[in-house]
């Protein structure tokens, strides 16, 4: 199969790893992967539908595919091909819509599409119902960078009330423990010296399996040989009970660096979000964290300007943020996504005052950070960084706990862990200068 093909991702780490997945499937048939900026014969559309926004550049992306070639064969996929397939079907140029129950048969659609030699006069839509929708088959056995994302859970069932996903992604359906430990280890074969364990949700992993947990499958992980470092996803705050904390405190290829899903720090927007528990349960899974992983780090998300919220409430949010001392704080104005019940929730926050308390929240996590920065210089100790890219006589990498690190390098790094001194922050913040050790 002598063709070339674009893929375009939007939204989030698992849309990526999907994508991924059926690049890999494609190239297996013979396609060549392309930049999907570039004219190709065939793009691939892997849609968010978060906000109105994604759906406005989801739409965007297929038209401008188009324009780069109207005479590609185009196949959309996604968050968004499964809310609104009637929608993409009247772009015109669509030739194939799936949703995100059966995102491989994009493989298998494309294939016959260009046995048939031309584009359809009508787009194909194959959008099943998510009901009873079972794990589906997908995997990687290469990644681009250091890092490999590996979907393990689909689906969420919380039903917050900003939030349409659950529509789109259907029940909560976990990767299989073996076909997880069975991808792990190919890529760890293969050099990846880091792994990201991800999900819709991902703290749900096992729910509808037998007999295992999360924790069971961090510790199977743990044991395969050669493992470099594990990620986690974003996570619920509910998972750090405990037992769960102190099982995965004894892992050594367990990042100390947690992505905890806040969304306020405010108990009464927290209730109106339908979240599943209040400041005090936050404040308390992150002091145990804390306790059992020394040098922990920690990142989050935050929605400003929820319906209702009031400037009590703003402060509480930033209260907490100066209580959980995060890392970096993902900010997020409040928007409105037509299909959820905070649309029609009174008390809607004018766009202004949104600007305001992001401005002001933003600037707090930034403060934060750099006391976060100034603190690890001020040690003098060296850390262990895992490199990734190297640019105009710069390598760049990670920390375990997720701080960026640069140092000055004659030559690349790549998928190389060096121990570095700390030495300033960069002028951005996004993390510290260093020279190797």
Known sequence: MNKTVGILTLGCKVNQYESEAIGEALVAQGFTLCAPSEVCDVYVINTCTVTAESDRKARQFIRRALSHNPKALVAVTGCL??????????????????????????????????????KNTSPTVDVPSLDGADFETMSICRFGRTRAYI????????HCTYCIIPAARGEIRSKPLEA???????????????????????????????????????????????????????????????????????????????????????????ARMKRKYNRTQALAAIERLRAAIPGVQLTTDIIVGFPGETEEDFEATMD?????????????????????????????????????????????AADIRAQLLDELIDKGEPVSVLFET????????????????????????????????????????????GQLI
């Not at 009247?90 to 491989?104: E, L, S, T």
């Not at 979907?151 to 919380?158: P, Q, V």
């Not at 996504?337 to 308390?357: H, L, S, Y």
Request: aromatic content about 4%; some cysteine.
């Open 81 to 118: 091909a499964q809310t609104d397939a009637a929608g993409i079907a009247a772009i015109p140029g669509v030739d194939y819509i799936c949703g995100n129950r059966n995102k491989m048969s994009v493989v298998s659609a494309l294939l016959s599409l260009c046995e048939q030699g031309h």
């Open 151 to 158: 979907k393990i859970e689909d689906g969420c069932e919380s």
């Open 180 to 270: 997880v430990l069975d991808e792990v280890e190919c890529l760890t074969e293969n050099g990846c010296r880091e792994v990201v364990l991800t999900g819709i949700e991902t703290a749900s992993w096992g729910r509808d399996l037998d007999g295992v947990t999360l924790a069971d499958l961090l510790e199977a992980v743990d044991r395969i040989p050669g493992i470099g470092r594990v990620r986690l996803g974003s996570l619920d705050p509910t998972l750090m009970r405990p037992a769960f904390v102190e099982r995965i405190a004894r892992l050594p290829s367990l990042a100390p660096h947690f992505h905890l899903s806040m969304q306020s720090g405010s108990d009464s927007v927290l």
């Open 320 to 364: 907490f943020a100066r209580r959980a001392r995060f890392l970096m704080i993902h900010v997020f104005p409040y928007s409105k996504r037509a299909g959820t019940p905070a649309a029609a929730m009174p008390d809607q926050i004018p766009n202004a005052v949104k600007k305001q308390r992001v401005a002001a929240l933003s600037a707090l």
């Open 390 to 433: 190297h640019e105009d006589g710069i390598a760049v990498g990670h920390t375990p706990d997720f701080i960026e690190m640069r140092v000055p390098s004659d030559h690349a790094l790549h998928a190389v862990t060096r121990l570095v001194l700390p030495t300033a922050k960069t002028e951005d913040l996004s993390g510290c200068y």
